[in-house]
């Protein structure tokens, strides 16, 4: 879609939230008043932005004609090229945000990766997993923060949580589950394994109110270990299982254990939220907890160093031949894939 069809269309949506904003009442329901003006203000940042990708566009136009006529010097051209990258770059991430309709996809991210325990190489991995995704927000100039980090003693990660606090984020990253799987090293060779797992998991952050989602307290099992890995320090470490379903998290990232309960008692909820909607029921009493997938069971990804250079994506089939390029961040094609088998197969 070009800027100035994409802008038309998003300026008849603005519009039809204004007057459906002067048709309404908005003291009658305060929660569908706020759903309202949240859609209506998301709608006015859109506007907004192609609106000056309209301007980028017209002006890389110009200034392209401009040097065809060798009136123009090669900063200008320069500066016309960047302004056509920033104009496609943003359309392509409109296009994609367009086809993340589930409940879910709009919300934030809460990314974690895991090692397997114990296994020096696996940490390593992790940390090289960790970076990719920091690499990944800071090229596309999101907001992110690591709120979790469990170092290892050789200088990788047994563990990291990274929150993605922007829009759509979860739509983009849920295709990140599983198991990513590295083959071969474009380190010391000689002494990695032939292959080093790691596992990650993605749960809905949700951006401007708590999840909401009803849950006995007799189906939880709160624990709160007061050990830590610095002797010196109490634990706020706050794990929660809900017990029919046997799905667990923890929150560690918090100064207090109160914090981490909460925090850990949302990502629960966000985490069966998703597992409602893949099992099509609307309680959770209606889970069935052997169709539950974990994620440690499937695979999603293949970064071979050895004996050719390629990532291989096993959900979607897409290949690339740059290794090194993707663990720097730049995983936007393999996203684009996941959210394009989704359009097709209305599956995640």
Same mark, same amino acid.
């Given at each position: 879609?070009?800027?100035?069809?994409?802008?038309?269309?998003?300026?008849?949506?603005? +519009?039809? #939230?204004?007057?459906?904003?002067?048709?309404?009442?908005?003291?009658?329901?305060?929660?569908?008043?706020?759903?309202?003006?949240?859609?209506?203000?998301?709608?006015?940042?859109?506007?907004? &932005?192609? !609106?000056?990708?309209?301007?980028?566009?017209?002006?890389?136009?110009?200034?392209?004609? /401009?040097?065809? @006529?060798?009136?123009?010097?090669?900063?200008?051209?320069?500066?016309?090229?960047?302004?056509?990258?920033?104009?496609?770059?943003?359309? *392509?991430?409109?296009?994609?945000?367009?086809?993340?309709?589930?409940?879910?996809? @709009?919300?934030?991210?809460?990314?974690? $990766?895991?090692?397997?325990?114990? *296994?020096?190489?696996?940490?390593?991995?992790?940390? #090289?997993?960790?970076?990719?995704?920091?690499?990944?927000?800071?090229?596309?100039?999101?907001? @992110?923060?690591?709120?979790?980090?469990?170092?290892?003693?050789?200088?990788?990660? !047994?563990?990291?949580?990274?929150?993605?606090?922007?829009?759509? &984020?979860?739509?983009? /990253?849920?295709?990140?589950?599983?198991?990513?799987?590295?083959?071969?090293?474009?380190?010391?060779?000689?002494?990695?394994?032939?292959?080093?797992?790691?596992?990650?998991?993605?749960?809905?952050?949700?951006?401007?109110?708590?999840?909401?989602?009803?849950?006995?307290?007799?189906?939880?099992?709160?624990?709160?270990?007061?050990?830590?890995? !610095?002797?010196? %320090?109490?634990?706020?470490?706050?794990?929660?299982?809900?017990?029919?379903?046997? $799905?667990?998290?923890?929150?560690?990232?918090?100064?207090?254990?109160?914090?981490?309960?909460?925090?850990?008692?949302?990502?629960? !909820?966000?985490?069966?939220?998703?597992?409602?909607? *893949?099992?099509?029921?609307? *309680?959770?009493?209606?889970? %069935?907890?052997?169709?539950?997938?974990? @994620?440690?069971?499937?695979?999603?990804?293949?970064?071979?160093?050895?004996?050719?250079?390629?990532?291989?994506?096993? %959900?979607?089939?897409?290949?690339?031949?740059?290794?090194?390029? +993707?663990?720097?961040?730049?995983?936007?094609?393999?996203?684009?894939?996941?959210?394009?088998?989704?359009?097709?197969?209305? +599956?995640?």
């Amino acid at each position: 879609m070009l800027a100035p069809t994409a802008l038309e269309h998003e300026e008849a949506r603005h +519009v039809k #939230q204004e007057n459906i904003i002067r048709d309404h009442d908005l003291w009658d329901d305060p929660g569908k008043s706020n759903e309202i003006l949240i859609k209506l203000a998301d709608s006015a940042r859109v506007v907004d &932005a192609l !609106k000056d990708l309209k301007y980028k566009a017209e002006e890389a136009k110009l200034i392209t004609e /401009l040097a065809e @006529m060798d009136t123009v010097n090669y900063e200008l051209f320069k500066q016309a090229y960047y302004a056509s990258v920033d104009v496609n770059k943003f359309l *392509d991430t409109y296009e994609m945000s367009k086809f993340l309709k589930e409940p879910c996809d @709009m919300e934030g991210a809460c990314l974690i $990766v895991e090692s397997r325990c114990g *296994d020096i190489y696996s940490e390593t991995w992790t940390g #090289q997993l960790t970076r990719m995704y920091m690499k990944w927000a800071e090229n596309q100039g999101h907001a @992110m923060r690591i709120v979790e980090r469990c170092p290892a003693k050789n200088g990788g990660i !047994k563990s990291a949580t990274i929150e993605f606090e922007f829009k759509f &984020a979860y739509g983009y /990253l849920s295709g990140e589950r599983g198991v990513h799987r590295m083959i071969g090293s474009h380190q010391s060779e000689s002494i990695y394994p032939e292959a080093s797992l790691a596992a990650v998991d993605v749960i809905p952050l949700f951006l401007e109110s708590s999840p909401e989602l009803l849950i006995d307290d007799k189906d939880l099992l709160v624990s709160c270990p007061s050990f830590s890995e !610095k002797p010196s %320090k109490i634990s706020s470490t706050v794990y929660i299982q809900h017990v029919p379903t046997g $799905v667990q998290v923890q929150s560690k990232g918090e100064r207090s254990r109160v914090a981490n309960k909460i925090k850990a008692l949302n990502r629960l !909820k966000a985490k069966l939220l998703v597992i409602l909607r *893949d099992q099509g029921v609307s *309680d959770v009493r209606y889970i %069935k907890k052997d169709a539950l997938v974990e @994620m440690w069971s499937h695979e999603t990804r293949r970064y071979v160093f050895q004996p050719t250079k390629m990532v291989v994506d096993v %959900k979607t089939g897409t290949q690339l031949p740059d290794v090194n390029a +993707v663990l720097n961040g730049n995983i936007d094609s393999l996203i684009a894939a996941h959210i394009n088998t989704r359009r097709a197969y209305n +599956v995640v």
